[in-house]
């Protein structure tokens, strides 16, 4: 059982260009959750997606901000023209089901320059 | 807003002392209470409480939960280096949009010194 599992680990972009986070989930799990660690800061959620579906998007910026967790294949969270204040841990988590078993994958840390 | 506070921010023991890390909260619609250990890389969970003053324990681990105080304790026996990391604090509730969101501390940083 591979855990959850994010890439890439670590991420450079300049300002302006898009970042793309994946998110692969442990096998048998159907719901994922993203959340950004700034320095010195906790976790904050961002948003819960089962597959094919939104769910709970309410720690989302409104702009620039998108995530998806399509049929086949990893969940994306995607960050369009990327400013300094994005750069932060991202955390992506998965489970069985909702509210149980949440495990955290080892995070994607995004720097802009 | 839901409020998740942990304390002290940051601690240092030698090693073989007994250490205790507090989480209180405030949160509408509390489902659980959960921490985990976060050395550099993904948070590993540690416990899930979801009753109170039902003890949790893992080795040298044991956790705690008050829900009439709205607070939780970690308490940690006779610790080593490897021990050494940042302690979460999570609350897991019903969000406005029904659905189950874990809010976290900023945690406790342990350092463990021989």
């Known amino acids: 059982n591979a855990g959850v599992m994010q890439n890439p680990r670590h991420l450079v972009r300049r300002r302006g260009q898009e970042a793309r986070l994946r998110c692969s989930p442990m096998?048998?799990?159907?719901?994922v959750y993203w959340y950004r660690q700034l320095p010195e800061e906790g976790l904050k959620f961002m948003v819960y997606l089962q597959k094919e579906n939104i769910i709970d998007e309410s720690g989302m910026p409104k702009e620039r901000f998108s995530a998806e967790f399509p049929k086949e294949g990893p969940s994306i969270l995607r960050i369009q023209q990327v400013v300094r204040g994005d750069s932060a841990a991202y955390f992506c988590a998965s489970s069985p089901q909702e509210g149980y078993g949440y495990t955290f994958g080892s995070g994607t840390r995004l720097t802009v320059v | 807003e839901d409020k998740v506070v942990q304390s002290p921010l940051s601690l240092v023991v030698h090693e073989g002392d007994t250490v205790t890390l507090n989480c209180s909260y405030e949160v509408t619609n509390f489902r659980s209470l959960l921490w985990y250990k976060q050395e550099k890389k993904a948070p590993t969970f540690l416990f899930m409480l979801t009753s109170s003053g039902i003890e949790k324990k893992s080795g040298r681990l044991s956790s705690i939960l008050d829900k009439k105080e709205l607070f939780s304790i970690l308490n940690i026996t006779a610790t080593q280096t490897g021990d050494s990391a940042v302690y979460l604090c999570?609350?897991?509730?019903?969000?406005?949009?029904?659905?189950?969101?874990?809010?976290f501390g900023k945690g406790t940083k342990l350092s463990v010194i021989p």
């Open positions: 096998k048998g799990h159907s719901h």
């Open positions: 999570a609350v897991g509730s019903t969000s406005g949009a029904g659905s189950y969101q874990l809010t």
